[in-house]
C-alpha cells in the first residue's frame, strides 16, 4: 500500500510492506530512490507465538525482518533508517503483570519489570543485528520509542523523522 502526502514543504511517499511475507525481499529492489525505512516494532509482542514461522515469537520475525531490511543490497548504507519502537505502553502494562516473563523469552535480561531497562534491551537486540564490516552503521540508525496512538508524541517524533531523513539525504550528497 502506497501513501503520498506533503508535510513541511516536503513531499513523502510512504510505503507500507508489512505483512507481505513473499515480498519483503522484492520491495527494496523496487524503490530506488527512498529516503528513509520506517521500521515499526510491537515492544509488547516478545512472547507472542508468531504466525509465520512455527517455534518463533512475533519479536524473534521481526528481528529477522529487521535485519533483512537493514542489509538488503538495494539500501543498505544509502538511506536512513528509522526504528520505532512501538506499543510502549502496553509492554509497560505487560511488565507491571508479569515482571519476569521477558526474562523467560531472553535470559540474559536482568531488568524485571522496569520498562526503561526493557526498551534499552530491545533497542539493544535491534542494534546487534548490524554485521560487523556491514554498509549500515548505527549512525545511520535512529530509534525512536513510541505509542502510535498517542498524536502528540507521534507529531514530534515525525518532525524529528523528518529532519533526519533530510540531513542524511545532505550528507550523501555531500551537502552538509
Not at 539493544?124 to 535512529?142: D, F, H, K, P
Amino acid at each position: 500500500m502506497e501513501t503520498k502526502f506533503t508535510a513541511g514543504g516536503y513531499d513523502f511517499t510512504l510505503v507500507d510492506v508489512g505483512g507481505q511475507v513473499q515480498e519483503r525481499r522484492k520491495w527494496a529492489a523496487q524503490h530506488n530512490d527512498l529516503n528513509g525505512i520506517l521500521f515499526f516494532a510491537a515492544t509488547d509482542e516478545y512472547d507472542v507465538p508468531s504466525d509465520e514461522q512455527e517455534g518463533k515469537t512475533r519479536l524473534q520475525v521481526s528481528l529477522d525482518v529487521w535485519e533483512d531490511t537493514i542489509h538488503a543490497e538495494a539500501i543498505a548504507g544509502k538511506v536512513a533508517v528509522i526504528l520505532f519502537l512501538n506499543k510502549c505502553d502496553l509492554l509497560e502494562d505487560r511488565l507491571k503483570q508479569s515482571p519476569k516473563s521477558l526474562k523467560k523469552i531472553y535470559k540474559k535480561y536482568s531488568g524485571g519489570g522496569d520498562v526503561v531497562k526493557a526498551l534499552e534491551f530491545l533497542q539493544q537486540l535491534y542494534v546487534s543485528r548490524i554485521r560487523e564490516g556491514s554498509a549500515v552503521t548505527n549512525s545511520q540508525i535512529y530509534v525512536h520509542q513510541t505509542c502510535a496512538l498517542d498524536t502528540r508524541q507521534m507529531q514530534v517524533v515525525f518532525q524529528s523523522v523528518r529532519d533526519f531523513v533530510v540531513t542524511q539525504r545532505m550528507t550523501r550528497a555531500n551537502l552538509i
